[in-house]
């Protein structure tokens, strides 16, 4: 089977993630005041405004063979211009959490909040960018056209399109393969032109699904370096979901430890590297320590039952 048409996303998935009122402009994010029920960790982000406010959530899955738990009173603050990673077992409910921030998916129980307003409002605002697991580009755009794709659906005009289009592309060194259709180009720079499509209506979060799972070490450490400097640089919220303890620890400014489903959260671990910290780090004592952290809290959360 040809894998670009089965990794293309239906229709409704796309204008789903993009949000579906076209606008001729892009809302400023609206800054809120934490609420004061704010406990624990909420209290540490409670000086910064918050972005994502998970409080008691929990999703079952309603299937033909019966009930899914997959997420179990999940209760996570996430503060403007943090970098946090999700990291657990295969099945844990890391996507599910990321799609319930992004209003893809509804909670069963509990409430989410993004930037101070319900999921579907801020989805309707345009205040995040999603970028897949897999690509997802369409193979009949050209990667200019790929990028531009939101930019059109949210009524920019050409030229606004062609500045923004260039910016991004030259962001992720893809300048000089406008005209390029995807398939034309490696996974590694397929997934570059996603991350640009995502950030190229500036969103102030961004929620990254494994974006770079499928990748060798190499071009994964590339693109690592380069995300944390656009990070750095925006000074963008990101959620992250990983398997890879060494990225998810250089990346992150926290991470968070999922348990096998229902997906819990055992551990959230701070990693306080400077911003614009170097590949280098993963050398340093700091560095491993907060890795076995890690280990240690997946390890914990591991039944090998299944
Ligand atoms: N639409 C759905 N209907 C029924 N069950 C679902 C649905 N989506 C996810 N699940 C179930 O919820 C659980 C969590 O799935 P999810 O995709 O969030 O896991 P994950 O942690 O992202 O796993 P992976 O690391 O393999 O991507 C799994 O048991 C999955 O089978
Ligand atoms: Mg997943």
Redesign the pocket.
């Known amino acids: 089977m040809d894998q670009r048409v089965a990794r293309r996303p239906g229709p409704a998935k796309q204008s789903v993630a993009l949000g579906t009122s076209p606008t001729t402009s892009i809302r400023p994010v609206e800054r809120v005041t934490p609420p004061e029920t704010a406990t624990g960790e909420g209290r540490a982000a409670a000086a910064k405004a918050l972005t994502v406010d998970a409080r008691g959530v929990s999703l079952t899955?309603q299937?033909r063979d019966g009930a899914?738990e997959?997420l179990a009173n999940i209760n996570l603050q996430i503060s403007d211009g943090d970098f946090v990673s999700f990291i657990?077992p295969?099945?844990?409910?890391?996507?599910?959490l990321l799609r319930l921030i992004a209003d893809l998916q509804k909670p069963t129980s509990g409430t989410i909040l993004v930037n101070g307003v319900s999921p579907e409002e801020a989805r309707l605002k345009r205040q995040y960018g999603y970028i897949f697991q897999a690509p997802a580009l369409y193979p009949w755009r050209t990667i200019e056209r790929n990028v531009a794709l939101p930019l059109e659906i949210m009524g920019f005009d050409a030229k606004e399109r062609r500045a923004r289009v260039d910016r991004y592309l030259k962001l992720v060194n893809l300048s000089g393969f406008e005209r390029k259709f995807p398939w034309q180009l490696s996974g590694g720079m397929q997934q570059r032109a996603s991350i640009a499509r995502a950030l190229s209506f500036d969103p102030a979060l961004l929620l990254m699904d494994?974006p770079f799972g499928a990748l060798d070490e190499i071009v994964r450490d590339h693109l690592n370096e380069q995300l944390l400097r656009l990070w750095d640089q925006t000074g963008k919220t990101v959620v992250f979901?990983t398997?890879s303890i060494p990225e998810a620890v250089f990346l992150s400014t926290r991470i968070v430890v999922m348990s096998p489903?229902p997906?819990r959260i055992i551990d959230i671990i701070p990693c306080n590297f400077p911003r614009n910290r170097t590949l280098e780090i993963r050398e340093t004592p700091e560095f491993i320590k907060i890795a076995q952290r890690v280990r240690a809290g997946l390890r914990s959360g591991h039944s090998y039952d299944e």
């Open positions: 899955f299937t899914v997959a657990g295969s099945g844990c409910g890391k996507t599910t494994e979901v398997h489903r997906g």
